[in-house]
Nanobody
Framework: QVQLVESGGGLVQPGGSLRLSCAAS????????MGWFRQVPAKERECVAG????????YYADSVKGRFAISRDNAKNTLYLQMNSPRPEDTAVYYC????????????????????WGQGTQVAVSS
């Protein structure tokens, strides 16, 4: 079992920056692909970014390309999401997720692909 705990959410101004963290425990996630999802009320959870367990492959939703950056530190068992130039439409609850990956380059971007989820952290972008 893997437990995931997100942190770093809060209120940020448009054009500012925020870094989310996801600490994993229970098992090392060095062989797990991981991702960040977000959800707003009445909408489906959407993948914001995904990363392979090696860190060499990434996926970004078109809406965040060039603004957000996903990274991981396997030694610290931690996943990050650097949010630069956030917009009001980025306001959501952000979740991290993990999945055992067969290949070091595998990246997943569908909700159903992931096995483990954190409890979420709220991000609000507003002036």
């Amino acid at each position: 079992q893997v437990q995931l705990v997100e942190s770093g959410g809060g209120l940020v101004q448009p054009g500012g920056s925020l870094r989310l963290s996801c600490a994993a425990s229970g098992r090392t996630v060095s062989s797990y692909a991981m991702g960040w999802f977000r959800q707003v009320p009445a909408k489906e959870r959407e993948c914001v970014a995904g990363i392979s367990w090696s860190g060499g492959s990434t996926y970004y939703a078109d809406s965040v390309k060039g603004r957000f950056a996903i990274s991981r530190d396997n030694a610290k068992n931690t996943l990050y999401l650097q949010m630069n130039s956030p917009r009001p439409e980025d306001t959501a609850v952000y979740y991290c997720a993990a999945k055992i990956a067969k290949y070091s380059f595998s990246v997943y971007y569908t909700e159903g692909a992931y096995d483990y989820w954190g409890q979420g952290t709220q991000v609000a972008v507003s002036s």
